[in-house]
């Protein structure tokens, strides 16, 4: 097996949310073992017009209906990830902290399916990832990952680029391994491109300036803080951002909450 490095290389992972949505669906339906999706996902295919083996040329009125649609989706499924209105979401009462595991289950089942799927949970995770496993929603000590995201400042305003921001890691992070802030840009979901290499900070490669009491203030924004160069993540002026935190191997205090990140407050 070759394996293949992708660090510093540019590429695009994000799906259109214009009509050409539909004709990506419709490539890799054809190019696909027809099986790759289930009957009742194929039939909703079929119903605007995308089949294994036919053309797609929907006529002028489809077309304006399915431009509408996917701007539709697209607002949705972002105003679902940025802003849940689901308060089993939030990590602690007002808190902007939320999971990417709504429920707790990898596949978003009510009650082991008993409940049926958590559709809104599902779109959440998958407009911004990609992959999911159990491993990922399981609590495990010391070993694997977790995860909260934040698109918010204390006072529930939406992160912007042109504005400054700090954000306290109290100390004794329940980290076994390390870990990790990253600014995200919210319309590719994928990490802010900015002047730094990285727009992001971890306590294993950064060297960090600590406070007294043994935690760390991390600051957002366009302009370098005076004095606080270490710890500063470079935002886009104009542009909106939010942030995953990042525990690997965490620990019973993550779990049992008796440890929380800080809020992200607005530096005036």
Sequence with gaps: MEFISGSHQAFNTIHANDFEFYEEIWQVLQKEPVSFLDPELRGL???IGIRKGQPFEPDARMKEILIEAV??????ARSILLRPRDPEAFYYENSGWFTAFVGGDYR?????GVGGRNLDARTMFFYFATVNTP??????IGRGSQYAINATDKDGNYLEGGKSYRLN???DVPAGDFW???AYDPQTRSELQTSQ?????????DDLDL??????DLYFGAETPAGKEKNWVETVPGKGWFTAFRLYGPLEPWFDKTWQPGEIELVE
């Design 169 to 171: 890691i109290p100390k």
């Design 211 to 216: 406070n007294a009491d043994g935690s760390v």
């Design 71 to 76: 701007a539709v989706g697209n607002a949705t």
């Design 108 to 112: 978003w089942l009510n009650d082991d």
């Design 45 to 47: 295919a079929a119903a």
């Design 135 to 140: 491993a990922m929603a399981a609590k495990m």
């Design 197 to 205: 290499e990285f727009p992001s900070k971890n306590n294993k490669r």
């Design 180 to 182: 990790s802030v990253v």
